[in-house]
């Protein structure tokens, strides 16, 4: 493993060297599922796929920094779950989509902001911090809802949802604006420096005089903005809110974060790591649905995928 | 005699239990008050047998938490636990085979967490929540949506019976907080443990297998889920897919709320008791005042969170 916190190798290079792992994951999926199933490798399956990892890459470029910064959001699942039936909730009162919108990602905000805070302020361990976060945020979706789907949430939300524009579904563009906003959030911004460094090297970061706390907050500001997002996306899915709709999807998330060569240690990130490794998990998920694999099951895969990319990063850090 | 009170009372563990359990009493004295249907015979031993069941989940826990490590996979593993030694039993019809296979269940998962905890050396809390989910896809994808009941009533025994009067989990579980003491104070073992959470280089310094340790702690985690599942088993009466999906929070709850703390070398087997216990009056005075179930998961995250706030309130006042 590297040893300096902030990286200041040629990035090409270094992006060169990350790539075998989640690249070689997803070639062999890529190779064994077009095997598999002759529907896999069609235009209309892959649109579908792209369709279909857009909340989780929403999610996920969030958690990269998150991750980086030695911390983990477990709640962002349960709180995309209770942002999406808020969406759902109001849409359904109101009928007004950008009041739901706002709504929406207000409550991602507000709970983000108390995750950072609790984490930042009190020192308190992130996963504790979030594990809570995700009772509490499982149990207010519940409660919104009584347990209830919300279904009446008019057409406009669920139409853009299934809008083409230029042959491509309108959820891809947000999802590539979203992963440029973040990749230039990271690599171009001084914010994305701090969050390097805050994993890195918190204390000298602090020493140079920087409020390092507001900027840890933000990146759980950020998680939770995000999840905001893509409830607004899944509740479009769905056309509908539905108090368990994305009940696990933290693991997902961190799955395609650490195959995508994110590690634990010293704000080692990648952006476009997890971009591939969004990719990688959702082509698992399509291809073992194709093949006719229970989705309880693919669970299980993807922990696997997770075991192999961490099996192979301690391959390299050994050559 | 006023001597000993005295040098009892100056032992910090001591008043850490001793507060503990008037927060109990308060709790039992408040509900009293609300409502007549909290202080009958029945509903306490009803109180005493959940905290019990809870109990025999976060027993192995607890030692996990004190290695400074964490095992988010107990609830998913009581799960798939008690759905293997189901499968087992009525395929087999052998009560017997049942139980080996629960705890083997139990244990093998364990086996697997230490290995990625030590082997893998990856973050506990990474691990095991990895494990659940795995856990989770199994256990669904075993049952396949169907149900398994009508046990043996020599099974169900376990779970559902009584012995002079008490129930039967209180007997089991009172032979797990003797064990688990014993174990955690007077075993090497349980020193060791101990140690390594304090401070797991100059525990290896001094000369304690670390890894082999905390390998150890997460087979015990997984052994006491997987015995946790039979006595759930026989007390609910049948097994389905998703039959441990909402014991985790309140499995770790209860060890946090009984004062082992979450960076390690800290914590008792009573203690955790005295957590099971307070988390189970909530949650049970919330249900005969009829409050919403869907809180109940708010509140524990609450609780969760509150109760490591206090854990680093208290150690700061300590080190200062």
């Known amino acids: 493993m590297r040893d300096s916190a902030i990286n200041l190798e040629n990035p090409l290079l270094n992006s060169l060297k990350r790539l075998p792992g989640v690249a070689l994951m997803l070639l062999v999926c890529i190779v064994v599922f077009s095997i598999l199933s002759s529907d896999f490798l069609s235009i209309p399956n892959i649109t579908n796929i792209g369709v279909q990892s857009t909340i989780l890459l929403m999610i996920s470029l969030p958690m990269t920094m998150v991750i980086m910064t030695e911390g983990i959001d477990m709640s962002i699942g349960a709180l995309l779950t209770f942002c999406g039936v808020i969406a759902a909730y109001f849409l359904a009162q109101t009928q007004n989509l950008p009041l739901s919108i706002f709504m929406a990602i207000m409550v991602g905000l507000v709970v983000g902001l108390l995750n950072g805070a609790i ?20 149990s207010l979706a519940l409660i919104v809802t009584d347990g209830q789907t919300i279904s009446n949430v008019g057409d406009t939300i669920g139409l853009a949802y299934n809008a ?50 507001i900027y840890h907050i933000g990146v759980y500001a950020l998680s939770g903005i995000m999840a905001g997002v893509a409830s607004i996306l899944l509740t479009a899915r769905m056309n509908s809110g539905h108090p368990t709709a994305a009940i696990g999807m933290e693991f997902d998330a961190i799955a395609a974060v650490i195959v995508g060569g994110t590690s634990f240690e010293k704000g080692n990130g990648w952006m476009f790591g997890t971009f591939l490794g969004v990719i990688t998990v959702g082509i698992l998920r399509n291809g073992l649905n194709l093949v006719g694999v229970q989705s309880s099951i693919q669970v299980a895969s993807i922990g696997l995928l997770v075991l192999v990319a961490l099996l192979l990063d301690g391959f390299k850090a050994k050559v | 005699m006023t001597n000993l009170i005295k040098e009892l009372g100056n032992t910090t563990q001591f008043k850490n239990i001793f507060f503990r ?43 996990v938490l004190l290695t400074a490590g964490i095992d988010l996979s107990v609830g998913a593993n009581v799960g798939m636990s008690a759905c293997v030694a189901a499968v087992a039993m009525t395929s087999t019809g052998s009560t017997l085979l049942g139980f080996l296979s629960g705890i083997g269940c139990g244990i093998l998962i364990g086996v697997g967490n230490g290995l990625l905890v030590t082997f893998l050396r990856l973050p506990s809390f990474i691990a095991t929540y990895g494990m659940l989910w795995i856990l989770h896809g199994l256990t669904y994808y075993m049952m396949a949506g169907t149900t398994i009941n009508g046990f043996d009533k020599s099974f169900r025994f376990i779970g559902s019976g009584y012995l002079y009067g008490i129930p039967v989990p209180i007997y089991i579980m ?21 140690a390594v959470g304090a401070n797991p280089l100059s525990a290896r310094l001094s000369g304690v297998p670390v890894n082999r340790r905390l390998m150890l702690v997460y087979i015990l985690s997984g052994m006491t889920a997987g015995l946790a599942s039979l006595v759930f088993l026989a007390r609910l009466n049948s097994a389905e897919g998703d039959i441990g999906e909402n014991l985790t929070l309140p499995a770790i709850a209860a060890v946090l709320i009984g004062g082992t703390s979450l960076f390690g070398g800290v914590g008792t087997m009573f203690g955790t008791l005295i957590g099971a216990l307070i988390l189970t009056l909530v949650l049970n005075g ?33 080190s200062s």
Do not use: W
Not at chain 2, 31 to 49: D, P, W
Not at chain 2, 178 to 183: E, N, P, T, V
Not at chain 2, 287 to 312: E, M, P, R
């Open chain 2, 174 to 194: 009172s032979l797990f907080l003797i064990g688990g003491s014993i174990f955690t104070k007077y075993s090497i073992y349980g020193q060791q443990i101990y």
């Open chain 2, 286 to 318: 919330m249900n005969i005042l009829t409050i919403d179930g869907n809180y109940q998961a708010l509140v524990t995250g609450i609780i969760i969170i509150l109760s490591v706030f206090l854990d680093l309130i208290f150690r700061r006042k300590v």
């Open chain 2, 21 to 63: 359990m008037l927060v109990v009493i308060i709790i039992c004295i408040v509900l009293s008050f609300l409502t007549e249907a909290f202080f009958t015979t029945n509903n306490l031993l009803n109180v005493l047998r959940q905290a019990s069941l809870l109990f025999l989940m976060a027993s192995g826990l607890t030692l």
């Open chain 1, 119 to 138: 984490i930042v302020y009190m020192k308190m361990p992130p996963f504790v911090v979030t594990l809570g976060m995700l009772g509490i945020c499982q």
């Open chain 1, 164 to 213: 083409k524009l230029l042959g491509i579904p309108l959820p891809i563009y947000f999802a590539l604006v979203s992963y440029a906003i973040f990749h230039a959030l990271l690599y171009h911004t001084r914010f994305g420096t701090y969050v390097f460094a805050i994993g890195g090297n918190r204390d000298s970061l602090k020493l140079a005089g920087i409020r390092v706390n």
